[in-house]
C-alpha cells in the first residue's frame, strides 16, 4: 500500500473535492482521480459516492477513515522525530508542557534532571493546554505534560502526575467570601476571570454550567497572574485558582473556596502517544517525570 494513495484519498476527505484537493497537493486532478482508484482497488471497495454535485465518504470510506488518518499521522510524526537527531546520533528528548504545569511540579524540573543526567538533553516548549496536546499528536514533540487526560483519549497513554482541584479565588466584599464550598449552582450569573478558550479550564467551566443550566459569564485573563489577581479582586470580581496553592502575600486577604464537584480540578498528567516506544534516555525521563506522582509542590 503506497503512503501517497493514503495522503491523496485523506486530502480528498478533508477537502470534500477532487479538484480542490487536486489544487491543494499541486497535482493534476486526473492523477489524484487515479490514486483513489488505485486504492479502492487495492481495497477492493469504493470510498467515495456522488451527492448530487458534491461527493461523500461511502460507509466503507467512513470506517477506514480514522484508520488512514493515524496511519499518516504516525509516519508523518516518525518523519520528524527522524529530523531531531543529530548527525552524531543523540535524538532528544522532545517535551511540550501547558503553562505552569511544570513549575507547578518544580520550578527546576529540567535543571534538576540535567544536573542529574548531563548527557541526556531536553527540548521542551511550554504551550497553552490544548496546543500542547496537539503538538504530540502532530510529531512536533513526543511527550506532554499537560493538563486533564488529552483528547482523544485512545491515542495517548496517560499517567497522573499531580491531583489538584480547582477553586474561586475572592477578596473581602465579595458575595461568595463567606462560603466554605460551592456548587456551580451558586455561580449563576457570576463574573469569572479565567485562562481563555486554549485552556481546559475555560471549556471545563462552560460544560459545567451549561449541565447546571446556568448563566456563567468567563473573562479570559492575561499577563502576569499576581497583576491580574490584584485587578479582579480591586474590581469585587472572581478569579479561578488551584485549590491549596500559596499564592502571593500581599493577597493574604483573599480567599479560596473549593468546588464539592471533584471533577473541576486541575489534574497534571504526563502523557504520550498510544504504543509509543520509549529510547532507553527517553526512560530515563519518564521514569524521573513519574517520580513526582503524589509528591507536594516544591
Excluded at 153 to 180: K, N
Excluded at 226 to 250: K, L
Amino acid at each position: 500500500m503506497e503512503f501517497r494513495n493514503l495522503y491523496y484519498f485523506l486530502q480528498v476527505c478533508d477537502d470534500k473535492s477532487f479538484s480542490a484537493a487536486a489544487a491543494r497537493l499541486y497535482i493534476t486532478q486526473q492523477a489524484l482521480s487515479k490514486s483513489v482508484k488505485a486504492l479502492e482497488k487495492e481495497l477492493g471497495s469504493e470510498l467515495f459516492e456522488k451527492n448530487g454535485n458534491s461527493i461523500q465518504l461511502t460507509t466503507y470510506g467512513k470506517a477506514i477513515y480514522p484508520i488512514c488518518r493515524d496511519m499518516v499521522r504516525n509516519f508523518e510524526a516518525g518523519i520528524k522525530k527522524i529530523r531531531s537527531v543529530t548527525p552524531d546520533g543523540a535524538s532528544p528528548v522532545r517535551l511540550t508542557t501547558a503553562y505552569q504545569a511544570a513549575d507547578t511540579l518544580s520550578f527546576t524540573l529540567i535543571e534538576d534532571f540535567h544536573r542529574e543526567h548531563a548527557g541526556i538533553r531536553i527540548h521542551c516548549d511550554a504551550l497553552p493546554d490544548l496546543p500542547a496536546e496537539k503538538a504530540v499528536l502532530d510529531g512536533e514533540a513526543d511527550f506532554v505534560l499537560g493538563i486533564g487526560i488529552p483528547q482523544p483519549r485512545i491515542q495517548f497513554d496517560s499517567r497522573l502526575i499531580r491531583a489538584l482541584p480547582l477553586c474561586i479565588m475572592v477578596g473581602p466584599g465579595h458575595p461568595l467570601y463567606p462560603r466554605e464550598i460551592l456548587r456551580m449552582s451558586d455561580l449563576d450569573g457570576l463574573t469569572l476571570h479565567c485562562a481563555g478558550p486554549q485552556f481546559k479550564t475555560y471549556h471545563l467551566l462552560q460544560k459545567k454550567a451549561a449541565d447546571a443550566g446556568i448563566t456563567l459569564h468567563l473573562i479570559p485573563t492575561s499577563g502576569h497572574l499576581y497583576t491580574t489577581y490584584q485587578n479582579v479582586f480591586a474590581r469585587g470580581r472572581a478569579v479561578i485558582g488551584i485549590y491549596g496553592s500559596q499564592g502571593e502575600p500581599e493577597l493574604a486577604d483573599a480567599r479560596q473556596i473549593p468546588f464539592e464537584d471533584p471533577d473541576l480540578n486541575w489534574d497534571i498528567y504526563f502523557s504520550c502517544r498510544q504504543d509509543y516506544q520509549r529510547s532507553p534516555a527517553e526512560d530515563v525521563f519518564f521514569n524521573y517525570i513519574l517520580s513526582f506522582a503524589g509528591k507536594e509542590n516544591s
